[in-house]
Every structure is written in structure tokens, then in C-alpha cells.
């Protein structure tokens, strides 16, 4: 029978050995930890660490609020976290069990406020106020502590699970199979060869493979994390990542931030290429969701080459979501524009463009798409809800949105603002030739110059099947040519095959260089050779339209002095507009048509598009 004094001994020598092998867990789980190439190395050198039993290892956190805290269990007690606050913000962990003696990392979600918010800070630290409380298993311990840590901020983290440890993987990975040793530069997100001490983060945080030839010791853009699936898209935080998306041509990718691509397609740039800049994509057939952002600065170079633009050619693609803002495109003989210059049946949606196009002796050049074609199913070519303010400049088949489409796309709830320039026929302030496409709910502002077949809306609108619905232009149209027929119309400027116009309307002057060149308020064309219902022009006084078409006013107002004047278009309750449904006021002096189509401020502007989304 054991007495009190040797139960009370044994039950010390228990709790003894319990601390003792924890202690000893503890030392060889950090020391493996450490040591794993695969893991995520201390930069405890880095950071302020916690005086008591746990430390903070790492922490880094992107500038989308997503971020990994690797702590260290140095109690030597079977421990729980119970909460952890960054910044002031819960981000306590849903699924946190209780560790021996371990380095426990925590995925961190929504830190992108407060005073750890790294939005803006990408490469550098700052300083982050955090709150760790724990708790022992037996209920022995319950302590918080407080402490004022360094965090890396980056572009971009995305977490792999690997078993029951949480390692970060950053987007922008570098180095090579030699052993060559690269650094980031987290500015840019590219590889440059140098120490890894230059690093604003730790290496530990890398993935330490390069894209492509992993024997080359000239590393230039990063390998993309991400399955490439609609799920799990590549992502894409920097320019020479978005360069490298022609090596996943049929990968699904997503922009993560704004990217500026000026300095990497000028010269000295890693995209400069002796002065050609970015290299298109050519036969794109994925997903790419801009995501809302915008790519600016964007510079291509390639005078003597087809299919130049953002993506040079799209085969069934899906392209949303994108702004390409500020760029500047020198494309060759055809297939040019700022998003895409062959559109082989890829859907595009909410994307614009801004900046310049020039493809001197170019056709089928435009601000968004250069060609644009349907290919039947589901593989339809549409555009939707998109802009181009870019000017452009080019030969023949020019327009603001789009040089040429045909066999069926639609384009709606689309504009163009940009001045368009073309030396040659087919030229329009949003599509320079529609062959058989369907145009609804667009306009276009820009002032049109052409050789001959111009329009402020369409150059030239050809088939039965060519519809123009519900759309409008307001810009100058000039025809330079003198030596044949002009063409040239405030809305199209040449229609043939019986195309068809409704609920449409032109304000801009029409000025022809041929002395009985056809020309007309609307359009150029007889009136035998196409299909007017209730359009209307705006007679400028002086220039050279005459009639809305070519040999009359049939089915088509004309709008001039002997009936107001330019006031006329102020009244929703005069024709043609009257005629466009049933209007009812929404509000003050506005009115809608019950198709939700139209709109108008009654007595003091034009009507407009309802998706414009004006006010009164």
C-alpha cells in the first residue's frame, strides 16, 4: 500500500516527465520545421517576437487582405489559440485544435483596412498591432498577449494546404535548377539575379522554380500559381505575368490588382523587346477575367505584323472585366486594336479601352476589336457593355469599337467616343463594316474621316440581315475623296442588300469632297435598297446632306428650322420619338419608353440610351 508521500512524489515525477517531453517536442518540431526545404523558414530576424510561450515566426499579408501568422508554441503545454486580432480585426481561425509543441501557421482573411491593411504597400512592411490569447488543454493557462509586429506585405499570397501544414505560396516564384540564385522585385513581380538578402520579404516565402526552361540562368517571368480552371483561375498581378499567360493559352486567369505596363514595355523594360513591346496572344481559347481592374501603359509596336493587340487573336474565348487604359498599338495590314485584333467568336463583356490605335496602311482596325466574326452555337462573338475612347487611325475597315464584323455577332450596350481616321473606305464612329451583324442599344460621339463609305455610327451596312436598332451618333462625317462616289451618312454611310434601321437618329454634320457624291443626313443609299422606320437627322445648315437618304425622307424625319430646329429632338412627344412606345415620367422632367430602352429630359437635351443611366 502506497502512503500520501509516495503517491504525492509519483504524481510530481509525471507532471515532471509531461514537461519535459513537451519541451522536447517543441525542440525537434521547430528545429524540423526550420530545416524543411518545403516549409516556411524563420524570419524571427525580422520581426518583434513574444516574450512568453508563444512567438510570432512570420507574418505577411497581401494587398488583397489575404495573409499567413505563423506562430511557435514554446510552452510546453498541449495549447489552443482562442482568438487573434490584427489591426483590431477577429481573425480567429473557425477550425483551431490544440497543438504540442508545435509552429502553428493560420490563414488570415480580410485584412484590407485598418492600420495592418497592405493595400498600396506591396514590397515593404508595415508596423501591425497584434493580440494573441491562448488557452492550455487542462484549463491551467489562459493568457493574452499584445505586441507590435513587422508583417511583409506583397501583391499577391495564395495558400496551399500540404497535409496539416498551411505553407503561403506567393504568385511571383523565381530561380532555376542550377541553383542560381534570383531575388523579386516585388514592384514589378519579376525575376532578377542577385542575392535573396535583397529581398523586401523572406525567400522562405518562395516557390523556388522558374516558368518555361528551368536551366536557363535568365529568368524573366514568373511561373503562374493556380490550377488555371474557372475555380481556381491563374492569377495575374504584374505585367510580365500577364505576358507569360501564352504559355496557358486555354487556362482560365484573373487579374489581382491594376497593372501599370509602361515601364516594362519601354525601353529598358523586360518587355521592351528592341523596341516591338508586349507580344500579343496569339489563339487565346480560355477565361480572362479582368476582374474589374485595369491594365494601363500597355505599349505594342509591330508595324509589320497581323493580329496586334492585347490578345492578337481569340479563338472561343471569354474576355470580361477588363479596362486596357492608356495604350498605344502600331499594328501592320490587318487585325489591330487595343483588346483584341482577331475576335474569332470570343464573347466580350464590360471592357474598354482607351489611348491610340495606328495601323497606317491597316484594315479591320478598331479601339476594342479589330475583326470581329460568329461562328454559330454558342460561340457567339457579342459584345456587351463595352467602350473605346481611343482614336483611331488606320486604312479601310475602320471603326471606333470595331473595324469589321460578320457572319451574325451582336454588339449592345456599347459606345465609342474616340475620332476615327481612315484613308480609305468603310469607316464608322463604332463599327467600320457590319456584314450581317446586329447592332442595338449603341451610339457613338466621335468626329468620322474617311476616303469614301463613312458614317458617324457605320461605315457600311451590308445584308438583309445587317440591323441597326435603337442607336445614335453625334460626330462630324467627312468624306476626303474626290474622284468617285462618297457615301457618306450621319448614322451609315453606305447600305446595300436591304439593312434594315429603326429607332435611331444622327446629329452631325455630313461634308463630301465629291460634287454629286451621294450623300445623306442618315444615310447614302436609295431608298429602294434599304429598311427605315421612324429615324430622324438634324439638317446642319451648310453642309453637304440634303435628305436623310440619298433620294428622299421616306419613313425618315428630318429635323430643321421649319419645325424648331434642334429643340425638336427635345420632346418625346413629337415624332418620330413619339412613335417609339409608350412613354411615362419616371421623375422631374424624365421620361421612359415602357421597353426601358429610351429616355429623355423632357424640353432640354437629346434623347438617350436608359443603360447610359443620366440624370435630369
Known amino acids: 500500500m502506497k502512503t500520501r508521500a509516495q503517491g504525492t512524489i509519483e504524481y510530481l515525477v509525471i507532471i515532471a516527465v509531461i514537461v519535459i517531453i513537451g519541451l522536447v517536442v517543441v525542440s525537434l518540431v521547430t528545429s524540423t520545421f526550420d530545416a524543411s526545404s518545403s516549409g516556411v523558414a524563420s524570419t524571427s530576424s525580422q520581426l518583434s517576437t513574444l516574450s512568453g510561450p508563444i512567438a510570432v515566426l512570420d507574418a505577411v499579408v497581401d494587398e488583397n487582405g489575404v495573409g499567413y501568422l505563423r506562430l511557435q508554441n514554446n510552452s510546453g503545454e498541449v495549447t489552443s489559440i482562442t482568438k487573434i486580432t490584427v489591426g483590431g480585426k477577429d481573425v480567429t481561425p473557425k477550425d483551431n485544435t490544440s497543438q504540442s509543441g508545435d509552429a502553428q501557421g493560420f490563414v488570415l482573411d480580410e485584412v484590407d483596412s485598418g492600420t495592418c491593411s497592405c ?275 488606320a486604312s479601310g475597315y475602320v471603326g471606333g469599337l470595331v473595324g469589321f464584323m460578320e457572319y451574325g455577332p451582336t454588339i449592345s450596350r456599347s459606345y465609342s467616343s474616340g475620332d476615327v481616321n481612315g484613308t480609305a473606305s468603310r469607316v464608322g464612329g463604332l463599327v467600320g463594316d457590319n456584314h450581317a451583324g446586329t447592332i442595338t442599344n449603341c451610339y457613338a460621339t466621335g468626329d468620322v474621316t474617311g476616303a469614301h463609305t463613312v458614317g458617324g455610327l457605320v461605315g457600311d451596312a451590308y445584308a438583309s440581315s445587317a440591323y441597326t436598332y435603337n442607336s445614335y451618333a453625334t460626330g462630324k462625317v467627312t468624306s476626303t475623296d474626290t474622284s468617285t462616289y462618297s457615301y457618306a451618312g450621319g448614322l451609315i454611310g453606305r447600305m446595300s442588300g436591304y439593312p434594315s434601321v429603326a429607332r435611331c437618329f444622327s446629329t452631325g454634320s455630313v461634308t463630301a469632297y465629291y460634287p454629286s457624291g451621294w450623300v445623306g443626313g442618315l444615310t447614302s443609299e436609295n431608298g429602294a435598297y434599304l429598311s427605315l422606320s421612324n429615324d430622324y437627322w438634324f439638317d446642319n445648315l451648310g453642309d453637304s446632306a440634303i435628305n436623310c437618304f440619298n433620294n428622299g425622307n421616306t419613313n425618315c424625319t428630318k429635323i430643321d428650322g421649319s419645325n424648331g430646329g434642334m429643340p425638336w429632338f427635345y420632346y418625346d412627344t413629337n415624332g418620330p420619338m413619339s412613335l417609339w412606345g409608350t412613354w411615362s415620367n419616371v421623375s422631374g422632367t424624365q421620361w421612359r419608353t415602357a421597353d426601358n430602352v429610351w429616355s429623355i429630359c423632357r424640353g432640354t437635351i437629346l434623347p438617350w440610351l436608359t443603360w447610359e443611366n443620366r440624370t435630369c
Open 119 to 393: 493595400k498600396g504597400f506591396a514590397g515593404q512592411k508595415i508596423i501591425c498591432p497584434v493580440v494573441i490569447s491562448r488557452q492550455s488543454s487542462f484549463g491551467i493557462s489562459k493568457e493574452s498577449y499584445s505586441i507590435n509586429i513587422s508583417v511583409d506585405c506583397i501583391e499577391n499570397i495564395q495558400i496551399s494546404n500540404t497535409g496539416s501544414t498551411v505553407q503561403p505560396k506567393i504568385q511571383a516564384v523565381c530561380g532555376d535548377s542550377n541553383g542560381l540564385s534570383f531575388s523579386l522585385a516585388p514592384s514589378l513581380g519579376l525575376c532578377q539575379k542577385g542575392s535573396a538578402s535583397n529581398l523586401a520579404i523572406s525567400s522562405a516565402y518562395f516557390d523556388w522554380n522558374c516558368y518555361g526552361d528551368l536551366a536557363s540562368a535568365s529568368c524573366k517571368a514568373p511561373r503562374l500559381l493556380g490550377a488555371g480552371t474557372l475555380g481556381d483561375p491563374k492569377m495575374i498581378c504584374a505585367c510580365p505575368e500577364l505576358q507569360a499567360i501564352g504559355d496557358y493559352s486555354s487556362q482560365s486567369f484573373k487579374l489581382c490588382k491594376d497593372i501599370d505596363c509602361y515601364a516594362d514595355t519601354r525601353a529598358g523594360g523586360v518587355l521592351y523587346n528592341s523596341g516591338a513591346g508586349f507580344d500579343p496572344f496569339i489563339g487565346f481559347s480560355g477565361n480572362f477575367d479582368g476582374n474589374g481592374r485595369v491594365i494601363s501603359g500597355l505599349m505594342i509596336n509591330r508595324p509589320l505584323e497581323i493580329q496586334v493587340a492585347l490578345f492578337g487573336h481569340a479563338l472561343h474565348a471569354t474576355i470580361s472585366n477588363v479596362g486596357v487604359e492608356d495604350v498605344n498599338v502600331i499594328g501592320g495590314s490587318s487585325f489591330v486594336a487595343g483588346l483584341i485584333g482577331y475576335n474569332d467568336a470570343s464573347t466580350v463583356s464590360a471592357s474598354h479601352v482607351t489611348g491610340k490605335i495606328n495601323a497606317i496602311n491597316g484594315t479591320r482596325v478598331g479601339g476594342l476589336v479589330g475583326y470581329d466574326s460568329y461562328s454559330g452555337g454558342s460561340f457567339t462573338g457579342n459584345i456587351t457593355d463595352c467602350y473605346s475612347s481611343a482614336d483611331v487611325n
